[in-house]
């Protein structure tokens, strides 16, 4: 059928991954507390590019090779070697401006990495902090879509599925949703969307109670903030840049 929709998964886990189909699907990385948002503000912030590493020993390398900031967390902390870590209020205007960010964190760039090596036909990014920008290319494109979250370690965490719902609640009438994962994700931001901070908390999310352990809660209250960082962060040559409309 010609008019037939294009599908719509929810990984809920990077363990999970290996069950969809990514050749022919827009994929979308979620790692809403912090790379994803980070990223989303080191591009809005007016950065050239974000590379995505999935090592330290990487980051450090590359960073020297281009002079770029090399930037990164292990277990929520500034990862040992590297000069800055995973929160985006590291990236203002006028530190990141002009400049490459050279990243890497313990879920979201290894997710990444590892939606590449299974053959995802596009990669994006996807934060509350760019949720309009991630809905309207993904209506625009008209494509089969993979929501991969990044979770922790690979156990599932809130905050993803959570984002996951956010754009499912926004785009579903434009897709086929056969996909258990997606009704959970829906169902639950429905509940959460008045206050998804206040929901988080409550449910003593395991990502708010290791950053707010941290004093950066912050930082959890800004990445759960939607359109705040309204760029679409797209993925070629080994690189995340502004996707221009």
Not at 88 to 111: A, D, I, M
Not at 172 to 196: G, M, R, V
Not at 223 to 233: E, F
């Amino acid at each position: 059928m010609a008019n037939q929709k294009p599908t719509l998964h929810t990984s809920l886990s990077p363990a999970l991954l290996h069950l969809y189909d990514l050749n022919n699907a827009t994929v979308v990385i979620i790692d809403v507390l912090r790379a994803t948002s980070t990223i989303a503000t080191a591009l809005f912030n007016g950065a050239k590019c974000v590379i995505p590493v999935d090592s330290v020993a990487k980051c450090i390398e590359l960073g020297k090779q281009i002079d770029g900031i090399t930037a990164g967390e292990r277990d929520g902390k500034i990862a040992e070697g590297l000069k800055h870590g995973n929160s985006p209020f590291e990236y203002p205007k006028e530190f990141v401006g002009g400049k490459t960010l050279v990243l890497t964190t313990t879920n979201g760039t290894k997710l990444l990495h590892m939606a590449l090596e299974k053959g995802a036909g596009q990669i994006i990014t996807g934060s509350f902090p760019n949720l309009s920008a991630v809905c309207d290319y993904l209506l625009a494109q008209n494509h089969n879509i993979i929501l991969g979250c990044a979770a922790w370690k690979d156990k599932v965490n809130l905050e993803d599925l959570l984002f996951a719902g956010a754009v499912i609640n926004k785009i579903k009438d434009n897709f086929s949703i056969n996909c258990d994962s997606s009704q959970i994700a829906e169902t639950i931001y429905c509940d959460a969307k008045n206050d998804l901070f206040e929901f988080i908390k409550q449910k003593n999310a395991s990502h708010y109670h290791r950053l707010s352990g941290y004093g950066l809660e912050k930082d959890i209250r800004y990445c759960l903030t939607p359109d705040i960082a309204n760029v679409l962060p797209f993925y070629e040559d080994g690189k995340l840049v502004v996707h221009k409309r």
